[in-house]
Each structure stands twice: as C-alpha cells, then as structure tokens.
C-alpha cells in the first residue's frame, strides 16, 4: 500500500521544545499539503509544498512554524518552542498534480502533545 | 476567501435509514467539492467528489449533489450500516488555489 505516509503517529513535547513531523506523499505525488485539525473542529490549511519550493504558506502562523519539502526525503513540518495551543493533530496530504481540482489523500496523521 | 459551513453537527438515524449532509460555500468560483470519513483516530478518507461540471454523483448507496446558483452540496447514504459512522466533513476548493477549505464536521451515528 502506498499511501501517504506519516511519522510519528504521537510526539509528546513539553512547552519550549521543537517538534518534527515527517510526511512521505504517496507514489508519484509532488504536492504536499498540511493541514491542523484541532480537538472537535474541522481540518485547516497550514501550506502547500511542491519540491524544493514553498508555494502558499497562507496558513501558517508567521513565527515559529516552518515547512520544507526537499529534492530527496520527506516533507519536514517543524514547530520551534512549542505552546499547550499547538496541541492538535496534524495531518498530511499529497495530490498529483497541482490543479484545484485534483484528490488530496490523506495521511494517518501526527497526534503531538504538549505537556 | 471561501467559507464553508456545515449542517447537521450530529446525526443519530437506526440502520437501514437514509442520512443527509448539506454544505454551503461563499466562493462562487470553487469548483471542487470532496467529502471525507474520518474514523476515530485516523486519517480523512475520500469517500465521494464532484466537480461544478456536474450536479450529481452517486458510488453505490453514497451520492453527492451540487447546486451551483444556491452555492449548497449534499451528501446522501442510503441503507446506513453501523460502520458508517463516523465523522463526515465537506470541502471546497477555490479556483486557483490549491488547498481545500473544511466544514466543521457531522457526527453520524448509526444505530442497529
């Protein structure tokens, strides 16, 4: 099967650390977006990655959050000195092309705790 | 920017009933309108999508349609089974932008 894969499935931080949450797209697929979806609401758009390239990050809050999608490996979202509010679940998905009318499949999701 | 807004937020119906989800959006030039399962602790699954050169798409006993002038979506399950429920979100996809906008989600449980 492969799907869009996403690791950790849990990170547990306490307030102050940096978290790394990893995304594999599925095969074939260069786009890559993030999405946040806090305890009981929706999933909200954080960015959207082809390779090498940041292309709307209009969804992100401005400081400390960070994404990159490098020519080899996974899509990397890093939270720096992370807050109890980051607690959410933090899902991935990747399409295969870029039109607004493509699937996004999802990932399992990155369930991050901050104690 | 689009607003997508989501109705019922919970849904109780004995199996073998039909269930019904409506959604509105605000952004006329959205052109894409996917529905998600999410089960508890898992990923969105795609379950049904449409796309505004169509008003209506059925897989099976789940069907979407789309009312383009009212701006409004639905998802209909006929025959509900347990393992139907589940949280359902709707989405839409503003024309030249890649990223899905969300409802709020409907609890649907499905009672033998």
């Known amino acids: 099967n492969a799907g869009v894969m996403q690791n950790p499935r849990h990170l547990v931080r306490r307030r102050g650390q940096e978290a790394r949450l990893r995304c594999s797209p599925m095969?074939?697929?260069?786009?890559v977006y993030w999405y946040r979806q806090l305890p009981e609401e929706g999933l909200k758009f954080m960015v959207y990655?082809?390779?090498?390239?940041?292309?709307?990050e209009s969804g992100m809050p401005k400081e400390r959050f960070s994404a990159e999608f490098p020519k080899e490996g996974p899509s990397i979202l890093r939270i720096q000195q992370v807050v109890r509010g980051d607690s959410a679940a933090y899902f991935c998905?990747?399409?295969?092309?870029?039109?607004?009318?493509?699937?996004?499949?999802f990932g399992p999701g990155t369930r991050l705790t901050v104690l | 920017g689009e607003n997508v807004e989501q109705h019922p937020s919970t849904l109780s119906v004995q199996e073998g009933d039909s269930a019904v989800i409506k959604c509105t959006y605000s952004d006329s030039a959205s052109n894409y309108f996917p529905w998600y399962k999410q089960e508890l602790g898992k990923g969105p699954q795609l379950i049904i999508d449409?796309?505004?050169?169509?008003g209506e798409k059925k897989d099976q006993r789940i069907a979407v349609t789309l009312n383009k002038t009212a701006k409004h979506f639905s998802l209909h399950i006929t025959e509900t089974q347990p393992e139907d429920s589940a949280v359902y979100f709707c989405?839409?996809?503003?024309?030249?932008?890649?990223?899905?906008?969300f409802g709020t989600g409907t609890r649907l449980l499905v009672s033998p």
């Open positions: 095969k074939g697929h260069s786009h």
């Open positions: 449409i796309r505004s050169n169509v």
């Open positions: 989405a839409a996809s503003p024309t030249g932008f890649q990223k899905l906008v």
């Open positions: 998905a990747s399409s295969q092309t870029a039109t607004s009318t493509d699937t996004q499949y």
């Open positions: 990655l082809q390779k090498e390239n940041i292309i709307d």
